[in-house]
């Protein structure tokens, strides 16, 4: 069990954007969580990532308590995480933006930044060879001295992927990784996923409406609806249950929803 | 891409190393050089009027180099720089004269103790940020402006004397002498700057500036680096001011005024934000200025007094115009900076006849 979030709540005001949500994901895992607009997915990945504070519950990254420890501690903890709005650094290079991610592992300060040649060039250069491997394994070596603000959408989510990847994390958030793609982006961005979880080992926890993608590569899935877990499991069990069938996945007008609708209109 | 193709033909990278080199081509590697060569002649070459610009220029760049550091790199506007700026300056001035610390150690160290009161005011750095954080270091200004105004054990309530350094015995005392002591900090700055931006901290100060949440998702303590900026901003005010004060060898209270920080503040946009060389650019381009539009227009009264002897009352003011219409002007042409403006010229002449 390498993170188990334990009866989350999150509210904003009167908006209840998580209510005791629950679940566990395992080492190594591909877990997905789907559900309409709103539903509270990316709460709850701001919840594990330190952007927001949950008002009740726990989450434990491999046994130890989540809440409580600072935001930017998150990378020694081992989660990294890509967001669903970018959020590059656009106006470096991309080789700068990947080299931020390596932050954590990095020792050199200011000062000995400022003496590079004494201080910090041995450690930077050994991390740009890291780096340099992520590159090749994302496939972006084309654009590696290009301004991140200067890129096409697919690109930046891909060097965005690539930061996370820089975090040499145990448990990465991918929020929304394909959203807004063409056919063939979205088939590179799922083979990167599949690649970052069964070559580099790393578990990942995704958020994506494609249900295509989802239901193809995702070991389990969890649904989530006005912020309450609707149900989880493999991808076939979840596809098969009537609520998310309703919830989310649009299913044929069948009578039981038709009188829903009725019922709401009288 | 843009970079890679203003390389010259047939130099590859073959090292990682080479990659990271201060200086993208051999090229301006070698103007650099040139560049340090021309400096170190010149109070040789160059008139005393010449070498007393250079200084200033100098001196201002390293000021307005540490600005950059804060507003450039980390994007939060200071208006409050030449208080620190003064604050140097006194300091140097009084561990010199009350403690008797060489001038050339108490140099630096000014500039450490204006980097602890730098950081000191850039507290508030931690909770706000753009327009209101601006305000904030306005308080800065105005408290140790007025700290300088009172504080007579430090000041004398209106200046001090500040004495010229020496050397190993040798007495720094000439503009000629002095000159290489503002040269060798201002190179030191330069370089140490341009190292911080392709290391660890330099790139966590831009990832600041750029998207302050994904920084601190990458582990980036945003508290730790935005007062750092205001503490690496600082040091650079601080050895700035000292240098300045045993120029002139004495600091006066009035000289640290808000308009000072404005045109360091302008030294940088007109120069460019975030660049080493551009900090330099705009403190001549701003430093200058004012000189070249002198030198105009008495050149012009001198040659046609009947048309533009008529200027001769109201000369002063017409130059303060002159000056203030170049700058907007080049803000409208280019609002990037001078050292933006070098690239593309580098790159034009490059490229040449074609522009792509």
């Not at chain 2, 831009?206 to 303590?221: F, K, T």
Request: contains cysteine.
């Amino acid at each position: 069990m390498l993170l188990q979030v334990d009866n989350i709540s999150l509210s904003f005001g009167g908006i209840k954007a998580l209510q005791n949500v629950s679940f566990s994901v395992d080492e190594a895992e591909l877990f997905s969580i789907i559900g309409p607009n709103g539903a509270g997915k990316t709460s709850m990945l701001n919840c594990i990532s330190g952007r927001y504070t949950p008002d009740e519950g726990s989450i434990k990254f491999a046994g130890e308590e989540l809440l409580g420890r600072k935001t930017s501690e998150r990378p020694e903890i081992g989660i990294g995480r890509t967001f669903q709005n970018l959020a590059l650094f656009d106006h470096m290079t991309v080789l700068d933006n990947i080299m931020v991610g390596r932050h954590h592992l990095l020792k050199n300060n200011f000062l000995t930044g400022m003496a590079y040649w004494f201080g910090a060039q041995k450690e930077e250069l050994e991390h740009r060879r890291h780096v340099e491997d992520i590159i090749d394994f994302l496939e972006i070596q084309h654009i590696r001295n290009a301004q991140a603000g200067t890129l096409s959408y697919g690109l930046r989510k891909r060097v965005e992927l690539a930061r996370a990847i820089a975090l040499g994390p145990k448990l990465v958030l991918l929020d929304e990784p394909m959203a807004g793609m063409n056919m063939e982006e979205k088939e590179d961005m799922a083979r990167f996923v599949v690649d970052l979880n069964q070559e580099l080992g790393m578990t990942v926890i995704m958020i994506e409406h494609d249900m295509g993608v989802v239901m193809d590569i995702s070991d389990r899935v969890m649904v989530l609806d006005f912020g309450a877990k609707v149900c989880d499991g493999l991808p076939d069990e979840v596809m098969a249950n009537d609520h998310v069938q309703k919830a989310y996945l649009g299913a044929e007008f069948d009578d039981d929803i038709e009188a829903d609708t009725q019922k709401e209109v009288a | 891409m843009a970079s890679t193709a203003l390389r010259p033909c047939g130099d590859f990278r073959t090292t990682y190393k080479t990659d990271q080199y201060l200086f993208q081509t051999k090229m301006i590697g070698w103007t650099a050089a040139a560049a340090l060569l021309v400096l170190i002649l010149a109070p040789v070459l160059a008139s005393s009027y010449v070498v007393n610009l250079l200084i200033l220029v100098g001196i201002s760049g390293i000021s307005a180099l540490g600005l950059n550091v804060l507003v450039g790199m980390t994007g939060q506007i200071s208006l409050g720089h030449a208080a620190f700026y003064g604050f140097g300056a006194f300091s140097s001035a009084y561990l010199a004269n009350n403690y008797g610390v060489p001038v050339l150690i108490a140099i630096p160290v000014a500039g450490v103790m204006t980097a602890i009161v730098g950081m000191i005011f850039g507290l508030p750095a931690a909770r706000i940020k753009g327009l209101y954080l601006a305000i904030a270091t306005l308080a800065s200004q105005f408290i140790l402006v007025d700290f300088f105004a009172r504080a007579t054990w430090f000041t004398n309530g209106y200046g001090v004397d500040a004495s010229k350094p020496e050397f190993f015995g040798i007495p720094l005392d000439t503009d000629e002498k002095y000159f290489y002591v503002v040269l060798a900090w201002a190179v030191i700055s330069m370089i140490a700057v341009a190292n911080l931006k392709r290391s660890r901290d330099g790139r966590a100060l831009v990832a600041v500036r750029d998207h302050y949440l994904s920084a601190e998702i990458m582990g980036i303590n945003l508290t730790k680096y935005r007062i750092l900026a205001f503490g690496i901003s600082s040091f650079f005010a601080g050895v700035a001011g000292a240098l300045y004060a045993h120029y002139i060898e004495f600091v006066s209270v009035e000289t640290f005024s808000i308009s000072l920080s404005i045109n360091f503040l302008a030294m940088i946009i007109i120069g460019g934000l975030g660049s080493v060389p551009g900090a330099f650019l705009g403190a001549m381009f701003i430093e200058l200025l004012p000189q070249l539009v002198q030198l105009i227009s008495g050149f012009l009264i001198t040659i046609a007094p009947t048309v533009f002897g008529l200027i001769e009352n109201g000369k002063a003011y017409i130059e303060q115009i002159t000056v203030g219409t170049v700058i907007i002007l080049f803000l409208i042409f280019e609002p990037e900076g001078i050292a933006h403006r070098v690239g593309q010229t580098r790159k034009s002449i490059k490229l040449y006849p074609f522009s792509y």
